[in-house]
C-alpha cells in the first residue's frame, strides 16, 4: 500500500487496499493479431513478472492461511502453460521446477503469524 497511496481509496484492509486501487484498473492484457484472430502478447508483464511476483505470491500466503483460492490457482496455471513455465503444481502446492523465480513470503521466513508485519520486528499495538 506505502507505494499507492495515492491511489487506494480505501487502506482499511489488504483486500480494500487491492480492490480500490487505481493503479490495477489502468492495464489491459495486450493482444497480438494472428491468422483467424488475436493472441495474447506473451512477451508482457502481466506474464512475464505479475505471476511469478504476484499470483503466486498471493497463492503463497493463501497456502499459509489455509484458504482455497481455485479462480487464483486456475489463472497461474493457465497463464504458466502459455509461458512454459511450472510454478504450482498438479498437487497444488508452489514447488514448481521454475519456483525459484518466484517471491514467496514463506520463503523470506514470514508466516501467519508475521503476515501483517514481515520481519520488521513490530507489534500490533492497537
Not at 505471476?51 to 498471493?58: A, R, V, Y
Request: contains cysteine; negative net charge.
Amino acid at each position: 500500500v506505502e507505494n499507492y497511496t495515492d491511489q487506494v481509496k480505501d487502506a482499511t484492509d489488504t483486500a480494500s487496499a487491492i480492490r480500490t486501487n487505481a493503479a490495477f484498473g489502468k492495464h489491459n492484457i495486450p493482444y497480438t493479431q494472428v491468422e483467424g484472430g488475436v493472441v495474447p502478447t506473451l512477451k508482457h508483464k502481466f506474464f512475464e513478472t505479475d505471476l511469478p511476483f504476484g499470483l503466486c505470491t498471493w497463492k503463497d500466503i493463501a497456502l499459509m492461511l489455509g484458504v482455497d483460492i481455485p479462480l487464483t490457482d486456475a489463472i497461474i496455471r493457465w497463464n504458466q502453460t502459455l509461458i512454459d513455465k511450472e510454478y504450482l503444481t498438479p498437487d497444488g502446492k508452489l514447488n514448481g521446477k521454475d519456483i525459484d523465480e518466484c517471491i514467496l513470503p514463506s520463503s523470506f521466513g514470514l508466516t501467519v503469524e508475521t503476515l501483517e508485519y514481515g520481519n520488521r520486528n513490530q507489534t500490533n499495538d492497537k
